[in-house]
């Protein structure tokens, strides 16, 4: 009814090519981004800001970040948090030696280095494939996190191996306050999503996707194979050394590896799982799903007060986690993004039912 | 494309609507108390334990005397998984309850320590850790809201190598000795390396140091390498299941158990029971007592576990963890007491608890008050030196419980403090901070 395609008539290869052909998905993602930055900013409390929506938006970024090289390209990567912690420390070593440096370059040049590493173990994957892939990231997982406690130099000389990050400022402006934190990963996050959904429609990324639908294929129709795993892993670090430099400058103010474990690729790994393979909207989804749910089902738990001990609802929180990604998974083993986009389709429909 | 982002949104709404929307107002006499715990993942058997307690503790002042002067204390569990982003998570959502807002909080774990110092330094909330955070926060000119309180890792270090000086006959004879440095590799493992070599070059003993990489379930090499070195003694920092594994290791490669001195972190019947008898000789270092025949523990019993208040099992009444939680509990609310004082029965903002902890004095006598006679060292904060001076005992395990062969002994402050003076002042200037002049504090 009045979600449509019909009627918009595009007169233009720029209109043809837009990111939103539709101009109510526009207006509607204009809205959403202005009352994320402004509206949400101003309304929402600390709590919500600083310990909610930071860590989502900066573990979606993550999560964009290792769709690219798994979803989009078909390379199984456990290493993601090993390249977040390659741009923390990154980031560290920029901010804190370099200092002349503006910080949304020493950002950027943290997700370079990030990239850089990442690509270097993307070459194995040139030779092997399928879960032996997994396998050779896994490496870089245990290479990463051992590296960064064995080499001081890496974390300014420090022999607690944790280090307060600094506070971040340029041109006179302190990212210290909470809005001020949020305000700057939502701008960060939303402009690296804009350019990763550019990124996947392009020639790149549907190289990627040749390689991940079938290589062999994709190889005898004249994708550059090579380019093409190289590059998804580069991108794919270089988003997640972003990621990984926000969470420990943004959220949890401090560097130390352990925030980078194991652990964390796999929640990372989940999110996409959940949120959709091979969709940028879903690696938000499943940052969603993973990131809030644990935070609502204590929340929701303390609404029956004394009624429920606290050790039952610790252990409930784990109980009910599963069953939620078990049960989405066999309700839409294609994650959150399929659901949504089912959802858009009826609503084409809708009033009628086919 | 808007209608995924709104779906994501409407997702989220969804998923946070249950958030208690709960009155925060409570009546005057109200002293909210957050309980940062991690009753899940690998380290809960400590978090359950230590934090379980703390409740404990304050429920029995509760159900006993009404609370604190009258101000009756209202526990609320946040459940951290021992995660520093959840721990923040629990922080930001306690901070704020109560008509006066958290007493003080209790970060569970080190990391969850420095990932909070800023945000507790600008809530004037004071953090309380006891036998664990950051060591160089005992200098409390630079950390005003920090207490690692009774002891600090570099402090235990130096205690640790004067009971081996004692077992060796003197300071003295430990010339030439060698001791082997077992390892976790994380911050609180690798922490102690400083001291140890000021020592070393001190004493003119020589360490050498052996890395287990975390969490330590293969460490059959390094105790093999261990053995080569043929140390005189061997200091094991152990955590979580790293500790009866490297026991057992230890035994099959033949170093003698009593030789092996751990920390505090080592000292818990769970540490031990599962090495069976690999474990027997075994020494740790421990700053308070345990055994459940303490007054303080038969009040717990009577008020608050035959009232079906408990929080952990009634079994683990007076094991190490239990008594590191009752602890927390004790010097928080003495503080608190302390505060009342200067402040008036009424219940108190996270900065006058600050003050109170900076004149908490624990003497002996308060301590037999406390029904903790024995369980604790005394401790005297100021606002200086928030660790209070604690002393450190040693404890041996014989099989089947742990066994006290040393008397309090006190750790070598006058090594200690100036290197932490040392690096509370390179932090210091890192982050821009003046050092407060504690003289003009009242």
Same mark, same amino acid.
């Given at each position: 009814?009045?979600?449509?395609?019909?009627?918009?008539?595009?007169?233009?290869y #720029?209109?043809?090519?837009?990111?939103f052909?539709?101009?109510?998905d526009?207006?509607?993602?204009?809205?959403?981004?202005?009352?994320?930055?402004?509206?949400?900013?101003l309304?929402?409390?600390?709590?919500w800001?600083?310990?909610?929506?930071?860590?989502?938006?900066?573990?979606?970024? $993550?999560?964009?970040?290792?769709? =690219?090289?798994?979803?989009y390209?078909?390379?199984?990567?456990?290493?993601?948090?090993?390249?977040?912690?390659?741009?923390?420390?990154?980031?560290?070593?920029?901010?804190?030696?370099?200092?002349?440096?503006?910080?949304?370059?020493?950002?950027?040049?943290?997700?370079? =280095? #990030?990239?850089?590493?990442? $690509?270097?173990?993307?070459?194995?994957?040139?030779?092997?494939?399928?879960?032996?892939? $997994?396998?050779?990231?896994?490496?870089a997982q245990?290479?990463?996190?051992?590296?960064?406690?064995?080499v001081?130099?890496l974390?300014?000389d420090?022999?607690s191996?944790?280090?307060?990050t600094?506070?971040l400022?340029?041109?006179?402006?302190?990212?210290?306050?909470i809005?001020?934190?949020?305000v700057?990963?939502?701008?960060?996050?939303?402009g690296?999503?804009?350019l990763?959904?550019n990124?996947?429609?392009?020639?790149?990324?549907?190289?990627?996707?040749?390689?991940?639908?079938?290589?062999?294929?994709?190889?005898?129709?004249?994708?550059d194979?090579?380019?093409?795993?190289?590059?998804?892993?580069?991108?794919?670090g270089?988003?997640?050394?972003?990621?990984?430099?926000?969470w420990s400058?943004?959220y949890?103010?401090?560097?130390?590896?352990?925030?980078?474990?194991?652990?964390?690729?796999?929640?990372?790994?989940?999110?996409?799982?959940?949120?959709?393979?091979?969709?940028?909207m879903?690696?938000?989804?499943?940052?969603?799903?993973i990131?809030?749910?644990?935070?609502?089902?204590?929340?929701? #738990?303390?609404?029956?007060?004394?009624?429920?001990?606290?050790?039952?609802? #610790?252990?409930l929180?784990?109980?009910?986690f599963?069953?939620?990604?078990?049960?989405?998974?066999?309700?839409?083993?294609?994650?959150?993004?399929?659901?949504?986009?089912?959802?858009?389709a009826?609503?084409?429909?809708?009033?009628?039912?086919? | 494309?808007?209608?995924?982002?709104?779906? /994501?949104?409407?997702?989220?709404?969804?998923?946070?609507?249950?958030?208690?929307?709960?009155?925060?107002g409570?009546?005057?006499?109200?002293q909210?108390? %957050?309980?940062a715990?991690?009753?899940?993942?690998p +380290?809960?058997?400590?978090? !359950?334990?230590?934090?379980?307690?703390?409740e404990?503790?304050?429920?029995?002042?509760?159900?006993?005397?009404?609370?604190?002067?009258?101000?009756?204390?209202?526990p609320?569990?946040?459940?951290?998984?021992?995660?520093?982003?959840?721990?923040?998570e629990?922080?930001?959502? @306690?901070?704020?309850?109560?008509?006066?807002?958290?007493?003080?909080?209790t970060?569970?774990?080190?990391?969850?320590?420095y990932?909070?110092? &800023?945000?507790?330094?600008?809530?004037k909330? %004071?953090?309380?850790t006891i036998?664990?955070?950051?060591?160089?926060? !005992?200098?409390?000119?630079?950390?005003?809201?920090?207490?690692?309180?009774? !002891?600090?890792?570099?402090?235990?270090?130096?205690?640790?190598?004067?009971f081996?000086?004692?077992?060796?006959?003197?300071?003295?004879?430990?010339?030439?000795?060698?001791?082997?440095?077992v390892?976790m590799?994380?911050?609180?493992?690798?922490?102690?390396?400083?001291?140890?070599?000021a020592?070393?070059?001190? +004493?003119?003993?020589?360490?050498?140091?052996?890395? *287990?990489?975390?969490p330590?379930?293969?460490?059959?090499?390094?105790?093999?390498?261990v053995? @080569?070195y043929?140390? &005189?003694?061997?200091?094991?920092?152990?955590?979580?299941?790293?500790?009866?594994?490297?026991?057992?290791?230890?035994?099959r490669?033949?170093?003698?158990?009593?030789?092996?001195i751990?920390?505090?972190w080592?000292?818990?019947?769970?540490?031990?029971? %599962?090495?069976?008898a690999?474990?027997?000789?075994?020494?740790?270092?421990?700053?308070?007592?345990?055994?459940?025949?303490?007054?303080?523990?038969?009040? *717990?019993k009577? +008020?608050?576990?035959?009232k079906?208040?408990?929080n952990?099992?009634?079994n683990?009444?007076?094991?190490?963890?239990y008594?590191?939680?009752?602890?927390?509990?004790a010097?928080?609310?003495e503080?608190?007491?302390?505060?009342?004082?200067?402040?008036?029965?009424?219940?108190?903002?996270?900065?006058?608890?600050?003050?109170?902890?900076?004149?908490?004095? /624990?003497?002996?006598?308060?301590?037999?008050e406390?029904?903790?006679?024995?369980?604790?060292?005394?401790?005297?904060?100021?606002?200086?030196?928030?660790?209070?001076g604690?002393a *450190?005992?040693?404890q @041996?395990?014989?099989?089947?419980?742990?066994?006290?062969?040393?008397?309090w002994?006190?750790p070598?402050?006058?090594?200690?403090?100036?290197?932490?003076?040392? !690096?509370?002042?390179? +932090?210091? @200037?890192e982050k821009?901070?003046?050092?407060?002049?504690?003289?003009?504090?009242?």
């Open positions: 009814m009045f979600y449509r395609d019909a009627g918009a008539l595009k007169t233009s #720029a209109q043809d090519a837009a990111l052909p539709l101009a109510f526009r207006r509607a993602m204009i809205a959403l981004v202005l009352v994320a930055g402004v509206v949400v900013p309304v929402a409390s600390d709590y800001l600083g310990s909610i929506l930071l860590p989502f938006l900066i573990l979606s970024l $993550a999560a964009i970040g290792l769709n =690219i090289v798994t979803g390209a078909g390379q199984l990567s456990l290493g993601s948090a090993a390249f977040m912690a390659v741009g923390a420390y990154a980031a560290l070593n920029l901010v804190a030696r370099v200092p002349a440096l503006p910080f949304p370059l020493s950002l950027a040049l943290a997700g370079l =280095i #990030a990239g850089l590493v990442s $690509a270097l173990f993307g070459l194995l994957s040139l030779r092997i494939r399928g879960f032996y892939v $997994a396998v050779a990231t896994l490496a245990f290479f990463i996190e051992w590296l960064c406690t064995h001081p130099w974390l300014l420090n022999h191996g944790v280090v307060s600094p506070t400022g340029w041109l006179g402006f302190e990212v210290a306050s809005p001020a934190r949020y700057t990963a939502l701008i960060i996050v939303a690296l999503a804009v990763a959904m990124l996947v429609r392009s020639e790149l990324g549907r190289a990627w996707m040749a390689v991940r639908d079938h290589e062999t294929a994709a190889e005898l129709t004249g994708v194979t090579v380019r093409a795993k190289l590059s998804a892993f580069a991108v794919s270089f988003y997640c050394g972003v990621a990984g430099a926000l400058f943004l949890i103010g401090t560097i130390e590896i352990e925030a980078f474990s194991l652990h964390r690729s796999f929640q990372i790994l989940f999110m996409i799982i959940i949120g959709g393979l091979g969709s940028v879903g690696s938000f989804l499943g940052a969603a799903f990131v809030l749910l644990p935070v609502a089902i204590t929340n929701g #738990a303390a609404v029956f007060g004394s009624a429920i001990k606290p050790d039952v609802i #610790a252990n929180e784990l109980m009910i599963g069953a939620l990604i078990v049960g989405f998974l066999i309700l839409e083993p294609h994650g959150l993004a399929r659901l949504v986009s089912h959802a858009k009826r609503l084409r429909r809708w009033p009628l039912r086919y | 494309m808007k209608l995924h982002q709104v779906g /994501m949104l409407a997702l989220a709404c969804a998923m946070v609507a249950p958030a208690p929307a709960r009155a925060e409570g009546t005057a006499m109200e909210f108390m %957050p309980i715990i991690y009753r899940t993942g +380290y809960a058997p400590g978090g !359950s334990g230590i934090y379980g307690a703390y404990d503790y304050l429920t029995l002042l509760n159900q006993r005397d009404g609370g604190v002067n009258g101000v009756k204390l209202v609320e569990e946040c459940e951290t998984g021992y995660q520093p982003d959840r721990m923040i629990c922080y930001e959502r @306690q901070k704020g309850k109560g008509p006066t807002g958290a007493a003080a909080f970060p569970s774990g080190t990391g969850g320590v990932a909070l110092i &800023d945000r507790m330094t600008a809530d909330i %004071p953090s309380v036998g664990y955070g950051r060591t160089d926060s !005992s200098d409390g000119r630079v950390f005003p809201y920090f207490f690692p309180l009774i !002891s600090n890792y570099w402090s235990e270090n130096t205690a640790t190598i004067r081996i000086g004692e077992k060796e006959g003197g300071m003295e004879k430990l010339k030439g000795k060698k001791i082997a440095n390892v590799d994380f911050a609180a493992g690798r922490e102690t390396q400083p001291i140890l070599d020592q070393a070059k001190r +004493y003119g003993f020589e360490v050498t140091t052996f890395p *287990i990489a975390p330590g379930l293969d460490q059959r090499a390094v105790w093999l390498q053995r @080569q043929k140390p &005189d003694w061997v200091l094991f920092r152990g955590w979580g299941a790293a500790t009866p594994t490297g026991l057992k290791e230890a035994a490669a033949g170093i003698a158990r009593d030789r092996i751990g920390w505090w080592s000292g818990s019947e769970e540490d031990v029971t %599962p090495a069976g690999a474990a027997k000789g075994f020494i740790t270092s421990q700053f308070h007592a345990t055994g459940a025949n303490y007054p303080v523990f038969e009040d *717990i009577k +008020y608050v576990y035959a079906g208040l408990g952990v099992e009634e683990r009444i007076g094991s190490v963890y008594v590191r939680g009752v602890l927390h509990g010097t928080i609310t503080a608190m007491r302390t505060a009342m004082k200067k402040f008036g029965n009424k219940p108190l903002t996270g900065d006058q608890v600050r003050w109170g902890l900076e004149h908490l004095t /624990m003497t002996p006598e308060r301590i037999k406390l029904g903790l006679e024995g369980l604790m060292p005394a401790i005297s904060v100021t606002c200086a030196d928030h660790e209070g604690g *450190i005992r040693f @041996q395990w014989d099989g089947e419980k742990w066994v006290m062969i040393s008397d002994i006190k070598d402050h006058e090594l200690v403090r100036p290197m932490i003076e040392a !690096s509370a002042a390179k +932090y210091a @200037q821009n901070i003046t050092p407060r002049d504690c003289a003009k504090e009242d």
